[in-house]
């Protein structure tokens, strides 16, 4: 008799995401929902110059006001919390959670005020003086590199933070470049292209700005902290290491989380002195980012220069590629700041096939906001600079850029592909996914429409580019908080499923596809199973959610559990239905004999049955709850094809995205929906940066376009309707086949927009065009071609 | 993002609202819908110490047929200008620019009167208000008076209105060809340069033009150059382009910030000058 699904297999299925009811109704519970008896609110004064040393800081009018129960100066928190620590193995200056001595970019905090309501601290805020010696701001990324105008940490001459290293053919594990392969490949080639790249700094600007509560009990001698955080674990091990305190002393709490984008990766200072006032004074306080100091205290993403040099046969074949990189990481290292361009450095092969390949970085201090991770973190720049490099070779040439690309792929039968960067390609097959976004693109359609656009005088551009990315962040080789992720499965006495995660989603929806997966597993209802994370007492391990590694890391280690519960749940079952375990299946809440479907028991009763085992079996403990530690021996590389056509407006420089086609592999799909969501958000910010988005600072080093009045975010009528195809190269570094989708989005869309917006300019000569793309700068470049 | 503490009351009536005012010593300020104000208060670039809420006075709100004029209340949100079917029949372009302000939030909260009171330098509705010879009738301890568009614009943010007075309405006499043309700024949409130009036109010949720019300068303006070299003449590509390529050059003062130079937004008057006249023309021929 053939078994009859009720219960549908869940993944691979378009759910709706779970969490989405609650948030759209305002019934989600962030930070800034935690209210605690007592609760003080802590308000942060700012430097509002770039760089100065501090001549007088006045705080007593601020102490004295009705309502403030404290005033801190760095000076004063300096003795209550170590320096800042980073999370890279590079050298790096000290840096005080709020400022002693000398500000290095406006935004830096000078002092705390604590009171009553936030109004009173703001208040208090504004009735501190202080008073600055200025000194000359280091803006300009090459000039800060002479030692021009200042030095900004004097252990950091000429302001290199990191002196330059080097990577690719011909440097040894030492770091020891040998230039002889490069330097022939260039000897040999036919045609080299050479072009100064900006990859502009961006305002990661997530919905929910950040904010703390910290609750420190002397009673307990314990903290507890809710963060809008990626990773409440590391948060807690570095707040522990900061304070003094034990791990097993701290709890850290992340809630609803309204977007990260990379930016809540970093522990920041605004989260120590939190903890440390709130230790300091044995009161609750609260701290909650207010928009005009998320552009200037939360992390910058981007802002690399590259100068990129191509050499290559006359057919395009590429012979070899020199990225020289600089860096421009603000006034500070941060967790991850160091580390961030040298996956540059690792991803400059792309997709191709490259015999010789030289790359270096130097990164640089300056005296803006510090970057770090955002959306993509180094990669985007790597597929940038390299895909705007062989479109210019393209160009050069006059061939199709989608031939150009064919002739330097990796072919399909060399994976796993060690690239001589370090890295391995699990899997790919990328001549497959051009052919798939030709076709859906109509590429051949579309160059005749452009063409027939140009005779009408309409200024209409083609782009197209390849990219890889590397997601599924692990092993712990490659990941100083180790490369990881936790996860506990719980069989509850009804027969519900509770299950833990180190995963910290904060709009990727793991509670939605880590459910599918684990009512597959059990053959149960997707309401059943509850997926808990983002707390450390709940969640005992964990690393949390950025490189796209929640699914393909910590969705591995869910399964892991699962599967170790199932098999225990097998071993009380089996007794029960006097059949080896090894014969029995779970499927729409029951566990049955293979072929017996009516034979079963329920789901609930053998969960029952484990908790009250009478008679427990030989050899087997109660209950039902198992973990697993899930490493991946490798990272995972998801791929994919974007294209593009814009028209720009010939009188006014405007440029338009008219279509956009996004083909994307990142392995097995467990919700289509949810990766088609993620896809959305990833070109958004991609587009967003090749068209709008740009953190502006003037030559004093203050941002100009530090408020959404001047920052562009790009909205949903920036976009024609996205056009997405899946394709699905399941990885083999986990079992699930999962690459990872979070970030692609942000890779192949910004080079494909600039390479569209450069054919439609075509007729002015023009080869490149830096982003962001805005219209002025447009508009100069069909003036000058007029000229 | 934290504004200094301050009371806030609802005014009744408009006559409520002036003796409020009044009251309050110069102490208070009106709000409506907030969108200029309150961002201001929140950089505590203002710093009322009392908000007197006027958006809810019935005699504010709605857009209204008086004789041959059209009479919007001052309280009336963009979002209604733009959806109006009288507007979108007797005065589309007053309908076209009501449509392009800022974001939905902004047109759905954001008055009429909030903007002319404000009068941001890259407002929208100051442009198409000059063209339509608009009066603008305001209320104050001394009773009514009634303003011409002409003379309310003064400078930056600055206007005929004394701080204890009340802008009611604006009234106009609608005309069907008129356009708006306008450069989004990408961050906020506010105009970078926003044209609106009104043509009278019989037996194909411009009787008179009237041609207002917003976004270049200190405050909305009108361009006479362009109207006086567009009076008189048929109507047609030629005159229009010439018109249109004058536009701004009698203009002193033009703006510059990270978004647009100077000499950007000079090269856009012309641009979208044209097309506005190219609108006016296309919806009097309809």
């Not at chain 2, 409520?16 to 950089?43: E, F, Q, T, W, Y």
């Amino acid at each position: 008799m053939a078994t009859t699904h009720v219960l549908p297999k869940l993944v691979g299925q378009r759910i709706k995401r779970r969490e989405d009811p609650r948030l759209i109704q305002g019934r989600g519970t962030y930070v800034d929902d935690v209210k605690i008896v007592g609760m003080q609110h802590i308000a942060f004064k700012r430097s509002d110059i770039a760089h100065g040393r501090i001549r007088r800081l006045d705080v007593s009018v601020a102490k004295a006001l009705e309502g403030v129960e404290a005033v801190f100066t760095g000076a004063q928190l300096a003795e209550l919390i170590r320096p800042m620590p980073i999370g890279t193995p590079f050298p790096s200056p000290t840096h005080r959670a709020i400022a002693v001595d000398v500000v290095r970019y406006v935004g830096e905090a000078v002092a705390v005020v604590v009171a009553r309501d936030r109004y009173v601290a703001r208040d208090a805020v504004d009735a501190i003086v202080v008073e600055y010696e200025p000194l000359p701001a280091v803006v300009d990324l090459e000039r800060a590199m002479t030692g021009q105008p200042a030095v900004i940490h004097a252990d950091f001459p000429n302001n290199i933070a990191l002196p330059q290293i080097a990577s690719g053919t011909g440097v040894d594990a030492s770091g020891k470049a040998d230039d002889t392969k490069i330097d022939q490949a260039f000897a040999a080639a036919d045609v080299v292209i050479s072009q100064r790249m900006v990859n502009q700094r961006l305002v990661p600007n997530a919905m929910e700005p950040r904010g703390v509560v910290a609750h420190y009990e002397p009673g307990k001698g314990s903290l507890t902290m809710w963060s809008s955080t990626q990773n409440p674990h590391i948060l807690r091990s570095m707040v522990a290491g900061m304070l003094g305190l034990g791990e097993s002393q701290v709890r850290a709490i992340a809630p609803e989380v309204g977007g990260g984008f990379g930016a809540k990766i970093n522990i920041y200072a605004e989260e120590y002195v939190a903890a440390a006032v709130s230790k300091a004074l044995g009161l609750p306080v609260k701290w909650i980012e207010e928009r005009t100091e998320a552009f200037v205290a939360t992390t910058h993403g981007r802002d690399i220069l590259g100068y990129v040099d191509l050499a290559a046969t006359k057919d395009g074949k590429v012979l070899g590629l020199k990225l020289r990189l600089i860096a421009d990481i603000g006034a500070y290292n941060m967790l991850l700041t160091a580390a961030i361009p040298t996956l540059t450095m690792l991803m400059a092969n792309a997709t191709y096939d490259i015999p010789a390949i030289r790359a270096t970085l130097v990164e640089v201090f300056t005296n803006k906001t510090p970057t770090d991770a955002y959306r993509g973190a180094g990669r985007p720049e790597a597929t940038y600079f390299v895909e705007r490099a062989m479109d210019m070779l393209a160009a050069e040439l006059r061939i199709d850029p989608a031939e150009v690309r064919r002739r330097n792929f990796i072919p399909s039968d060399k994976f796993p592909y060690a690239t001589q960067m370090g890295a391995v390609y699990d899997s790919g097959d990328y001549e497959k996914a051009l052919d798939v976004a030709l076709a859906a693109a109509g590429w051949e359609a579309l160059k005749a429409e452009r063409d027939a656009a140009r005779k009408q005088g309409r200024l209409v551009g083609l782009g197209l580019s390849m990219y890889v990315e590397v997601c599924g962040v692990g092993p712990s080789a490659s990941l100083p908080t180790g490369g990881w992720e936790h996860a506990q499965v719980t069989v509850e006495r009804d027969g519900r499923i509770t299950a833990a995660t180190g995963a910290s989603p904060h709009g990727q929806g793991n509670e939605t596809t880590f459910a599918q997966m684990l009512a597959d597993q059990f053959g149960v209802p997707l309401e059943h199973v509850t997926i808990l994370h983002g707390d450390t007492a709940v969640v005992k391990q964990g690393i949390g959610t950025f490189g796209s590694r929640s699914q393909a890391v910590g969705g591995t280690a869910l399964v892991m559990a699962g599967a170790r519960v199932k098999a225990k749940m097998a071993k009380f079952a089996g007794p029960l239905l006097e059949a080896h375990e090894a014969d029995l299946v779970f499927e729409n809440g029951i566990i049955s004999v293979k072929g017996l479907p009516t034979s079963g028991k329920s789901f609930k009763d053998v969960a029952s049955y484990a908790y009250v085992p009478v008679p427990l079996p030989e050899g087997l403990e109660p209950g039902l709850s198992e973990e697993a530690f899930f490493e991946p021996k490798n990272n995972t590389y998801p791929f994919g094809c974007h294209i593009s056509m814009v028209e720009v407006d010939r009188q006014t420089g405007e440029p338009r995205l008219l279509k956009l086609v996004a083909v994307d592999d990142a392995g097995t799909l467990i919700n289509p929906l949810i990766v088609e969501g993620q896809i959305h958000g990833g070109l958004a910010q991609g587009i967003g940066q090749a068209l709008i988005e740009e953190a502006v600072y003037d030559e004093q080093g203050q941002l100009l376009t530090g408020s959404f009045m001047d920052y562009a975010m790009p909205r949903a009528t920036d976009f024609p309707r996205f056009e997405l195809q899946a394709m699905v190269t399941p990885t083999p570094v986990n079992p699930l086949g999962a690459k990872g989708v979070g970030e692609a989005g942000t890779l192949g869309s910004t080079p494909c927009l600039v390479a569209a917006t450069v054919d439609a300019l075509r007729e002015f000569g023009v080869k490149h065009i830096d982003m962001s793309l805005r219209p002025e700068k447009l508009w100069r470049i069909i003036q000058g071609g007029r000229a | 993002m934290i504004p200094t503490g301050f009371e806030y009351e609802r005014a009744t009536s408009v006559a409520d609202a002036v003796a409020r005012l009044r009251a309050s010593n110069g102490a208070a300020k009106l709000i409506a819908g907030g969108h200029s104000l309150v961002p201001l208060m929140k950089l505590r670039l203002s710093e009322p110490g009392r908000l007197i809420d006027i958006a809810r006075i019935p005699e504010l709100c709605g857009i209204r047929q008086v004789g041959d004029a059209i009479e919007i209340g001052a309280a009336t949100v963009h979002h209604d200008v733009a959806t109006s079917p009288l507007i979108a029949t007797r005065c589309p372009m007053l309908a076209e620019a009501a449509a392009e302000i800022g974001d939905p939030q902004v047109r759905n909260r954001g008055t009429l009167g909030g903007s002319l009171a404000h009068a941001d330098p890259s407002a929208d509705y100051p442009a198409v208000i000059l063209v339509l010879n608009a009066t603008i009738h305001i209320v104050g301890p001394g009773g009514e008076r009634v303003v011409q568009a002409a003379t309310f614009f003064k400078d930056l943010l600055t206007v005929d209105l004394d701080p204890q007075e009340v802008i009611v309405s604006v009234r106009f006499k609608p005309v069907v060809s008129a356009g708006y043309a306008k450069l989004h700024q990408r961050a906020s949409h506010y105009a970078i340069v926003g044209v609106a130009g009104v043509l009278d036109i019989q037996g194909g010949v411009v009787r008179s033009a009237c041609v207002a720019v917003t976004g270049a300068s200190t405050h909305a303006m009108r361009l006479s150059n362009v109207e006086h070299a567009l009076a008189g003449q048929p109507l047609n590509d030629e005159s229009i382009h010439k018109a249109a390529s004058i536009a701004g050059a009698g203009v002193a003062v033009v703006n510059a910030d990270v978004h647009a130079s100077e000499e950007y937004r000079r090269a856009m008057i012309p641009v979208f000058t044209k097309r506005a006249l190219e609108k006016a023309r296309a919806r009097s021929s309809a």
